[in-house]
């Protein structure tokens, strides 16, 4: 019995490519998964060893939040250039798991950043950011999205495992699989319920507010991803797909741009609408 249990848990190990890999072609016979891991974990420490620097030398102010933005925008990005190929090697719900893990890691570390364009917008709907200084954030965000590649690149080039070999170099295809306009649909009513659940768990502060968000917005990812990527964050989409095979500019501008930024806008509206904020004002009344 004993040994036939074994054989089930070889068998599902090797279904889910754990084992059964050359180790001829992985430095060290290193499992793959675990350089993955290694290289998405290698991007978290080097954001946060830089962001102490930026917090320990300069002030608050616009510029700080400009470098800090950059920062949390590249390490967005990086760590989920790396998720591509979890997500390629072993599966949806590998990716799903590193994902969520690494919101709520996120969302502990980032403090006020977002590295994502239409945080900003929201900022200035909601009377709390002007239009100059917004503009100075998204473009920080922008170039910690195109910037990634390059610092991932370097990294894949040295294919230490079999799951990176031509990784460094290859075209990339694009993830929309649908008609553009239902992409931008998908987007902005990824983007809207997520941002819709990220404010009501903030303002009712509830209970494992962080954990629940990631876990909303993972579950939001794995619905679209066979259809347009569930990216919800344009900055994101922009450095992974930009230029790929499979869409033009103007679609992945459609899509990824304005069908998210549509979404978060109508987030804001919704929230602020009387009915919603009646709502709220019941329910704390109700908890306190």
């Keep these: 019995m004993a040994a036939s249990f074994a054989r089930k848990v070889s068998r599902f190990f090797k279904r889910m490519g754990l084992v059964g890999y050359s180790k001829r072609r992985n430095i060290f016979g290193v499992h793959p998964l675990l350089v993955s891991t290694t290289y998405i974990l290698l991007a978290l420490f080097w954001a946060t060893l830089t962001r102490k620097i930026v917090n320990a030398l300069l002030g608050d102010n616009i510029f700080k939040r400009m470098i800090l933005e950059f920062i949390a925008t590249l390490e967005l990005c990086a760590a989920c250039f790396e998720l591509i190929v979890v997500a390629d090697n072993w599966g949806i719900w590998a990716y799903a798991l590193y994902l969520f893990l690494l919101t709520i890691w996120w969302s502990k570390n980032w403090d006020t950043a977002t590295a994502c364009p239409y945080s900003p917008v929201e900022e200035i709907l909601e009377g709390a950011q002007d239009v100059s200084n917004a503009a ?37 295809v694009a993830d929309l699989q649908v008609h553009v306009i239902a992409g931008a649909i998908i987007e902005a009513t990824g983007t809207c319920l997520c941002r819709l659940t990220s404010k009501f768990l903030s303002d009712t502060n509830a209970k494992f507010a962080n954990i629940l968000d990631a876990f909303f917005a993972t579950m939001m990812v794995v619905a679209a991803f066979n259809f347009s990527g569930g990216y919800y964050n344009p900055a994101l989409a922009t450095s992974l797909k930009l230029g790929c095979e499979g869409n033009t500019f103007v679609e992945h501008l459609i899509v990824y ?9 109508l987030s804001v509206l919704i929230f602020k609408s009387a009915s919603v904020q009646d709502y709220m004002k019941n329910l704390k009344t109700k908890t306190d």
């Design 136 to 172: 100075l954030l998204i473009f920080s965000q922008i170039l910690g999205a195109l910037v990634t590649f390059r610092y991932v690149q370097i990294l894949w080039a040295m294919e230490l495992v079999e799951t990176h070999r031509s990784k460094a170099f290859e075209e990339c």
């Design 257 to 265: 741009w304005i069908g998210a930024t549509i979404g978060s806008v």
